[in-house]
């Protein structure tokens, strides 16, 4: 079991910036990748996966930057230049896609407002 542990949302006016940490906990050696997404569907916003790769939505490259801390087991989303449509849940995603059984956890969590 992983748990995740999301810190760093709040109010932000627009043009602003943030930064999100996910904390991941447990077996957490097993983690494939990490990463966020956003609102109940689930909007990718970025992820990285163990091998370094990076994924982002379409709606926030070159304005979001994913980094990890590996000794920490720790995700780092920084957010710039924030717009209003920005404004959601934050959710912790990491997977674990190794073994026989697909393992999918995810945080409770943060939320982002974005307004003046």
């Known amino acids: 079991q992983v748990q995740l542990e999301e810190s760093g949302g709040g109010l932000v006016q627009p043009g602003g910036s943030l930064r999100l940490s996910c904390a991941a906990s447990?077996?957490?050696?097993?983690?494939?990748?990490m990463g966020w997404y956003r609102h109940l569907q689930r909007e990718l916003v970025a992820i990285i996966h163990k091998?370094?790769?990076?994924e982002y939505g379409d709606s926030v490259k070159g304005r979001f930057t994913i980094s990890r801390d590996n000794t920490k087991d720790t995700v780092f989303l920084e957010m710039n230049s924030l717009k209003p449509e920005d404004t959601a849940v934050y959710y912790c995603h990491a997977w674990d896609y190794s073994g026989p059984a697909d393992y999918d956890y995810w945080g409770q969590g943060t939320q982002v407002t974005v307004s003046s």
């Open positions: 091998d370094g790769r990076i």
């Open positions: 447990g077996s957490s050696f097993s983690i494939d990748g």
